[in-house]
């Protein structure tokens, strides 16, 4: 399951993740219908889903603040609001990788996506660079 965040909700987006993605694709509101859901919330939510992987632009609030967890995967995508239409393309890379090609190798990790690298951190925080 990926679970987009609210600064991705664009249809395309998530049509473009479906295109190739073999499970469900939801925005973070279908966890928690009729509210606002704040930043901090986000990690509860994630725990009440089967497994997800979490996508957003938000890096400033995710990358190296979030903790990881072996239920869940946190992949901020760092791209200007104006590009967030590169996010599908950008995780469909990133999957292709093999490192993360599996849910099994992303869980438990919190992962930063640029157009030149990939950084990530499990629960040691120590920090892995990719280039791509």
């Given at each position: 399951?990926i679970v987009l965040d609210?600064?991705?909700?664009?249809?395309?987006?998530?049509?473009?993740?479906?295109?190739?993605?073999?499970?469900?694709?939801?925005?973070?509101?279908?966890?928690?219908?009729?509210?606002?859901?704040?930043?901090?919330?986000?990690?509860?939510?994630?725990?009440?889903?089967?497994?997800?992987?979490?996508?957003?632009?938000?890096?400033?609030?995710?990358?190296?603040?979030?903790?990881?967890?072996?239920?869940?995967?946190?992949?901020?995508?760092?791209?200007?609001?104006?590009?967030?239409?590169?996010?599908?393309?950008?995780?469909?890379r990133l999957f292709l990788?093999?490192?993360?090609?599996?849910?099994?190798?992303?869980?438990?990790?919190?992962i930063h996506v640029t157009?030149?690298?990939?950084?990530?951190?499990?629960?040691?925080?120590?920090?892995?660079?990719?280039?791509?």
């Open positions: 399951m609210e600064n991705l909700n664009d249809h395309r987006i998530v049509d473009a993740i479906s295109a190739w993605f073999k499970g469900q694709v939801i925005l973070i509101t279908k966890l928690r219908i009729g509210s606002l859901i704040k930043d901090d919330a986000i990690p509860t939510l994630l725990h009440h889903a089967i497994q997800p992987t979490f996508v957003t632009i938000n890096v400033a609030d995710f990358w190296k603040k979030a903790q990881p967890h072996r239920s869940y995967c946190i992949i901020s995508v760092d791209v200007p609001e104006e590009r967030i239409h590169d996010v599908p393309k950008l995780l469909r990788l093999p490192d993360f090609k599996t849910k099994a190798l992303r869980l438990g990790k919190v157009q030149n690298h990939i950084d990530y951190y499990a629960s040691d925080r120590r920090i892995h660079s990719l280039l791509w």
